[in-house]
């Protein structure tokens, strides 16, 4: 994968097949107690030009993500696809070089906490009995 190259696409609601990538991210509110009302948020967020959508590809990789910011922080509101593992360097590289102080990530998988802990994500608050908020410090050092 080192040798593949990786491209995040921002996605706009202008394009023709927008229902589609917003379809395809209906799976990352599934274990919420209010899923539907979660998902139609993003969606009025991403459609008011509040949050933007990424499509990261490469082989192998093929995730969608839903991300804004609140106060210095890159918050992942939704995420879903395939090849994880390999696209969060180039997430967390990105954010960085945009000056974010950090990034929050809320998930209802115990699965995907394992996997964030793995790229230095700690678990920052337990919302609820199946959520949990991880936040990762970019604090890059100068010298």
Not at 79 to 85: A, Q
Not at 95 to 115: D, E, K, L, P, V
Request: aromatic share 10%; with cysteine; hydrophobic share 40%.
């Amino acid at each position: 994968m080192a040798n593949e190259k990786m491209t995040i696409i921002y996605l706009t609601a202008a394009r023709a097949d927008w229902g589609y990538h917003l379809n395809q991210l209906k799976p990352a509110f599934n274990g919420s107690d209010s899923a539907r009302a979660e998902f139609e948020e993003m969606a009025e967020r991403l459609n008011s030009g509040a949050a933007a959508l990424y499509l990261v590809k490469a082989k192998g990789v093929l995730i969608r993500f839903v991300g804004h910011v609140t106060d210095g922080v890159y918050h992942i509101n939704a995420m879903t696809g395939r090849g994880l593992k390999h696209a969060a360097p180039l997430i967390i590289e990105r954010c960085q070089a945009m000056g974010y102080q950090a990034i929050s990530y809320h998930t209802y998988r115990n699965g995907m906490g394992r996997i964030l802990r793995g790229f230095g994500f700690e678990l920052d608050e337990q919302i609820s009995q199946t959520e949990r908020r991880y936040l990762l410090g970019l604090e890059v050092s100068h010298g």
